[in-house]
């Protein structure tokens, strides 16, 4: 499970930056996890929860998830689809299998909230 280590990074960025800030707790985090980034949500979520309850700045931590939309483009009519979860299985128009994502990719740290 590569999530584990995902936010085993992420918390590692997380305390630089309260270092920064000379903060001692970390109120939120919100977390923009593409589609087709390849994170699993509910494994992210998992990790989050394990990880944070060992360390006393993430203890009550809320972990918010934005999951952005993709768009797909048909290779073969052009068609465009917009969706925020399941890609597409093929073109609403013409039936094509082959779509091209585009954006919904990126495991992005968005908002941090500290005190
Ligand atoms: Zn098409």
């Given at each position: ?32 996890i593409?589609?087709?980034c390849?994170v ?76």
């Amino acid at each position: 499970m590569h999530e584990m280590s995902l936010v085993q990074g992420l918390f590692e960025q997380l305390k630089g930056l309260a270092a920064e800030n000379n903060s001692t707790k970390v109120l939120s985090v919100t977390m923009e996890i593409g589609p087709i980034c390849g994170v699993v949500v509910d494994s992210f979520q998992f990790g989050f929860e394990i990880l944070s309850s060992q360390e006393e700045m993430f203890k009550n931590t809320e972990l918010i998830i934005e999951i952005p939309e993709v768009t797909y483009t048909c290779t073969s009519c052009g068609h465009q689809e917009v969706s925020a979860g399941e890609r597409p299985d093929a073109c609403a128009k013409c039936d094509e299998f082959f779509l091209t994502p585009s954006g919904g990719d990126d495991l992005i740290l968005k908002r941090v909230e500290m005190e």
